[in-house]
């Protein structure tokens, strides 16, 4: 069966520094992609980030990047310098192709300043 | 700008009652999505829509059905709504493709069932 697991329901993280918001995914697929979503208090589900399974490099976006490692199955994000508006519920997701993508229970991230 | 739009930001149905949610999307999508959202839950797939007039039933379907009659128009429906229906509802919508592919997603709707 395929599943998402976020262990971390709440994180804090000051303003500026680095934080990583863990992720691991369990399936038999050997093509699958991983999306981490970001959703801020206003309710709208906002894409972040994907790696696709035969990608070889990290995939990086602006202060957002992914770390995938693939034997451990993990595909923890990591946001460099947080600010404020960082603040917001993170979803770790996975589709293996087709319709259907299944969502981690999400991480809350709080920044401080 | 690409746009999910979603009927109600908030609504408030009692017991028993016929609920529609619409959701629109401009991006000429052919997949379509209705998800529930719960706390602890994360997001929970309700129903989906790969083309006009067709539906697939997603984990949670009991007790909702779907129509879309128009590509960029896909409507939720709670027959008889109940108390454990109360919840977030979430549509989003994404081009049809074999490989994986992000989901552009709505506001969301905050329905109560009293």
Known sequence: ?113 | DVKVTQSSRYLVKRTGEKVFLECVQDMDHENMFWYRQDPGLGLRLIYFSYDVKMKEKGDIPEGYSVSREKKERFSLILESASTNQTSMYLCASSIYSGAPYEQYFGPGTRLTVT
């Open chain 1, 1 to 113: 069966a395929q599943k998402i697991t976020q262990t971390q329901p709440g994180m804090f993280v000051q303003e500026k520094e680095a934080v990583t918001l863990d992720c691991t995914y369990d399936t038999s697929d050997q093509s699958y992609g991983l999306f981490w979503y970001k959703q801020p208090s206003s309710g709208e589900m906002i894409f972040l980030i994907y790696q696709g399974s035969y990608d070889e490099q990290n995939a990086t976006e602006g202060r957002y990047s992914l770390n995938f490692q693939k034997a451990r199955k993990s595909a923890n994000l990591v946001i460099s310098a947080s600010q404020l508006g960082d603040s917001a519920m993170y979803f770790c997701a996975m589709s293996t192709g087709g319709f259907k993508t299944i969502f981690g229970a999400g991480t809350r991230l709080f920044v401080k300043a």
